[in-house]
């Protein structure tokens, strides 16, 4: 019954793809001489601006004066003169809607005079205030469709960058984006208010240790990026991965990942030119691209940047998904951050590494050799701690989506129940607090390898946890519940927020204490007594994790459908509107819409399966049981018994995807609330999923419609 699928025709296409000619030569042009070549850095602002305006500028940037008009004039000339030596014909306000996407409208620098001639301009005003509309993008309620002003404002902590084109280059100015009435409709805005309140209490805290000259204290951020690629071939022959991110069927492959022979294996050559492309072109935006490697799941792979400002990270978070893309394009291939694009393979997350300093202070998170007698390393630690057991729920909420539930819990990834880890030196520090005072911290000691031309390692004070979601690493802590796909600006201003309350909370215990110390260890003695259920050094997948969780009152919410109620918490929203991050209309109208993408996604699946198995497998499905029953009716004329074995076992599962196709219809069409699709469309599509997948399993491989896992895993 063969009968052309595109397939083996894929498969050919990819065998024999000439790879794409070499565009990146570090030998000729080196990765210093190219960094930063595309950003308006402070040392390009240094070199184009006067220096009174240049000092006027930088301290906006890092104290946050305001600018006036005429420095705003010549900061913009002097960037658009670098812009289009550069090539730019036009600028982009680039800002981050609550898609979760990057959004920009382009501009020309380009007006013609009165004698018809063309000359390039860009005034203080503009680059300083843009007006997209407003009123196509989620607002949770917040405005009316016909109400369609809103206003995008230049962040000037996060540098313009240049993005190159085919055909031309574009000027982009990264922005916080508000609507008419002043309400944020962005990642970046309450970031930035987030980062700002922070540093005051951070300061507070400061202070209460003696230090006298505190520069401006900032949470930082380094997010991995865990992704998957595929062929474009096997890509566009996938409904399901165009229109979902995520295969909907897919029978496991003989060979998965059980040989853990991926993980930090040789980087397929096709791939290590991708990734040299990617770090060229992150280069020269400025952003460090730190690590690049296989990951766990064939086709998956990792990059990782350095630490930077919050607000900055985020910022390049949104570019490093948008060159993954590009390059991949460029290489006949397509990058895929869903979190869960492939059953049975990890899944991907993108792990937040979190941690607050300053340029005086350092990093306030790094214990030191002894923690113990860290006492400003513990009070800090200590307020996260209170604020990651008192937020769980809000933790939970803001990584919650439809496509990272498909993650969250399984074997890659941490579970749904928001713990802290502490390691072995932290963990017995602070049980020491608990019991009434900390008189020592393990030693990091020396590892032996007992080989002689092996070098003696220092050996790290604690091990590493992978099934925690919230871990301290050595000087920071690492979110690893966020999903690959998601804007970090929303995870990092609940953090933000939350230690915020929890410094402020401090600091109110301690200013005035008699006997600063004493005061110390009684508010961190309470932390632990309140909040010390929070940490757990163990096996977070351990049903024993589960159970102890339960009977510490710590909240299990597996889906979006039980997380995301916790954003509407008196707490949390009293949290929020008390240090002006997110007002309490902002923040249910960010629970209107994380509901709303989550029942669209669910919809869009439901609406492609349904698809698929009714043109592309049933018609298959359905002619090859015809097929069988046609060669037993023959045989059996001739006087042969017939094997009826396969014949019944595909009849019987064309009955039951006919049965399964009506019933996902059935639930799908009544769906409402957001429970339906939880609870009813979800576990429809799983029932026809297994349907499909068993018929994969037994109808002819040349006929069967779709890319197989094991084309899609391994053929690159």
């Known amino acids: 019954m063969t009968t052309p699928t595109g397939r083996a025709g894929a498969i050919a296409a990819i065998v024999g793809r000439t790879p794409a000619e070499s565009t990146v030569n570090f030998a000729d042009e080196s990765p210093k001489s190219v960094f930063g070549s595309n950003t308006f850095s402070l040392s390009v602002m240094k070199e184009t601006l006067k220096p009174d305006t240049f000092q006027s500028l930088l301290k906006t940037i890092q104290s946050g004066h305001k600018l006036s008009e005429e420095v705003a004039d010549e900061v913009a000339d002097a960037m658009r003169i670098w812009a289009v030596s550069k090539g730019a014909t036009h600028y982009a306000h680039v800002f981050y809607p609550l898609t979760g996407a990057t959004a920009e409208k382009h501009d020309s620098f380009y007006e013609n005079t009165a004698t018809g001639e063309a000359i390039s301009k860009f005034?203080?005003?503009?680059?300083?205030?843009?007006?997209?509309?407003?009123?196509?993008?989620?607002?949770?309620?917040?405005?009316?469709?016909?109400?369609a002003r809103g206003y995008t404002a230049w962040d000037a902590t996060s540098p313009a960058y240049l993005l190159e084109g085919v055909n031309g280059n574009t000027l982009c100015i990264p922005t916080s984006f508000v609507s008419w009435t002043g309400e944020t409709l962005d990642t970046k805005t309450p970031l930035l208010k987030s980062m700002q309140v922070l540093d005051k209490q951070a300061r507070r805290i400061l202070a209460l240790f003696g230090h006298k000259e505190i520069a401006h204290v900032s949470a930082t951020a380094g997010p991995e990026q865990e992704y998957f690629l595929v062929d474009k071939h096997f890509f566009y022959s996938r409904p399901d991965l165009q229109a979902a991110g995520r295969t909907l069927f897919g029978a496991q492959p003989p060979k998965g990942q059980e040989f853990e022979d991926h993980y930090f294996g040789v980087i397929p050559e096709r791939v290590l030119a991708f990734m040299c492309e990617v770090d060229r072109e992150l280069y020269k935006l400025g952003i460090p691209s730190k690590t690049r490697h296989n990951e766990v799941a064939p086709g998956q792979f990792e990059i990782a940047p350095l630490f930077e400002f919050a607000n900055v990270a985020s910022d390049h978070q949104q570019l490093v998904m948008t060159v993954l893309k590009k390059v991949a394009d460029r290489h006949g291939l397509v990058c895929l951050l869903h979190e869960k694009p492939f059953a049975g393979v990890n899944g991907s997350g993108k792990h937040v590494n979190w941690s607050l300093g300053n340029a005086t202070q350092g990093n306030l998170l790094d214990p030191g050799d002894t923690p113990h007698e860290n006492a400003q390393f513990l009070v800090f630690a200590g307020a996260v701690i209170r604020a990651v057991d008192k937020y769980a729920g809000l933790l939970r909420a803001v990584i919650a989506t439809a496509s990272n539930d498909h993650r969250l819990g399984a074997n890659e990834a941490p579970p749904a129940i928001i713990s802290v880890y502490l390691g072995d030196q932290l963990g017995d520090?602070?049980?020491?607090?608990?019991?009434?005072?900390?008189?020592?911290?393990r030693s990091r000691g020396v590892l032996h390898i007992g080989v002689d031309v092996l070098p003696n390692l220092p050996k790290d004070a604690g091990d590493r946890n992978r099934t925690s979601p919230f871990a301290f690493t050595g000087n920071r802590f690492e979110f690893r519940a966020v999903?690959?796909?998601?804007?970090?600006g929303t995870a990092l201003a609940a953090l933000n927020t939350i230690l915020t309350d929890s410094l402020d909370y401090v600091a109110g215990k301690l200013e005035g204490a008699p006997d600063l110390n004493a005061a110390i260890q009684s508010v961190?003695?309470?932390?632990?007594?309140?909040?010390?259920?929070?940490?757990?050094?163990?096996?977070?997948?351990?049903?024993?994790?589960?159970?102890?969780?339960?009977?510490?009152?710590?909240?299990?919410?597996?889906?979006?459908?039980?997380?995301?109620?916790?954003?509407?918490?008196?707490?949390?929203s009293e949290v929020f509107e008390k240090y002006g991050v997110l007002s309490h209309e902002e923040l249910h109208s960010r629970y209107e819409i994380v509901a709303e993408q989550y029942i669209k996604q669910v919809n869009v699946e439901a609406r492609v399966g349904e698809e698929i198995a009714q043109t592309q497998i049933f018609p298959v499905a359905a002619h090859y049981a015809a097929e069988l029953a046609a060669g037993a009716a023959k045989l059996k004329a001739a006087g042969v018994a017939a094997p009826t074995a396969t014949l019944h076992k595909v009849a019987g599962l064309v009955a039951d995807l006919e049965a399964h196709i009506s019933q996902l219809q059935e639930v799908h069409g009544a769906a409402q609330e957001i429970g339906d699709w939880t609870y009813k469309v979800l576990p429809a599509l799983l029932s026809l999923r297994k349907t499909v997948d068993a018929l994969e399993t037994v109808v002819p491989n040349d006929v069967w419609p779709l890319p197989t896992y094991q084309e899609m895993l391994f053929i690159r």
């Open 123 to 147: 005034k203080g005003k503009v680059l300083v205030q843009g007006e997209p509309d407003a009123s196509s993008f989620p607002n949770g309620g917040i405005r009316a469709t016909h109400r």
């Open 429 to 441: 520090v602070f049980e020491q607090i608990k019991g009434g005072g900390a008189t020592s911290s």
């Open 483 to 488: 999903g690959s796909s998601q804007a970090i």
């Open 524 to 572: 961190l003695k309470e932390i632990m007594d309140q909040h010390g259920r929070v940490i757990f050094n163990g096996n977070g997948y351990s049903q024993e994790w589960h159970a102890e969780a339960a009977k510490r009152g710590l909240l299990n919410l597996k889906t979006t459908a039980e997380a995301l109620p916790q954003m509407l918490e008196p707490h949390v």
